[in-house]
């Protein structure tokens, strides 16, 4: 589990994503379907720590999308920062990064690596706060959990119209608190998606180019 499971479709689909020639849209699939789960159904009694960790943060989430004071335009940015630390907490922006960079972080100084930790963030970040203040109606089932050691994986399965969605959190525990190091949608993993986007921009260019492809799509994204 700590090496992450690998969809069977997972790479024809990865495939059609460069051939198409869409960079770092990917999570934005990811966390639509995210933001689906704060009008997530009741969690059986029996479910263990992982599953009650993402609840309590989905659960939250749903606090705030549902306050009817921090809709008020004028509270939109405090109402993003309170969500975006929300998911921060659950989250864990550096164990994702290092496994999207993969061997290449092995090599950088700790300098570079908050430096793309950052990057990487604020990329995941603008990716969804649009979209995770706006949906609604959609529901998520809570299947299953599964533990080895230090990792989890909750097995959920998004409920919109007839459509059914696998979405599944993998977590590893950090001093006692679970911490979401992947996201997989439809068995596909958003870690080891952007490690085949990060991979070809190396072997082509640089991690100067990498980092820079990052800084300008964060950007763009931030930009009204």
């Known amino acids: 589990m700590s090496r992450g499971i690998k969809g069977a479709g997972e790479d024809m689909t990865m495939r059609k994503w460069w051939n198409s020639g869409v960079m770092f849209s ?57 969500l975006e630390t929300v998911v921060a907490a659950r989250f864990d922006y550096a164990e994702m990064s290092r496994r999207a960079l993969g061997a290449p972080w092995n090599q950088l100084t700790d300098q570079q690596k908050q430096e793309f930790v950052d990057l990487f963030r604020t990329l995941l970040t603008n990716s969804y706060a649009d979209k995770i203040e706006t949906y609604s109606g959609e529901g998520v089932e809570y299947l299953n959990e599964r533990t080895e050691k230090e990792y989890a994986e909750v097995r959920t399965k998004v409920l919109s119209g007839k459509t059914e969605i696998p979405l599944d959190y993998r977590l590893i525990n950090r001093a006692d608190e679970w911490r979401v190091y992947d996201v997989v949608v439809d068995n596909v993993s958003l870690v080891n998606n952007y490690r085949g986007q990060f991979t070809k921009i190396l072997r082509a260019s640089s991690y100067t180019d990498l980092v820079d492809q990052l800084r300008k799509k964060s950007d763009k994204l931030k930009a009204p």
């Open 26 to 82: 990917w999570p934005v699939v990811v966390f639509l379907l995210m933001a689906m789960v704060i009008v997530a159904l009741p969690i059986p009694s029996a479910a263990g720590d992982p599953t009650a960790a993402m609840k309590a943060t989905i659960d939250e989430v749903l606090r705030i999308v549902r306050d009817k004071d921090l809709k008020q335009p004028a509270k939109t940015e405090a109402r993003r920062h309170m």
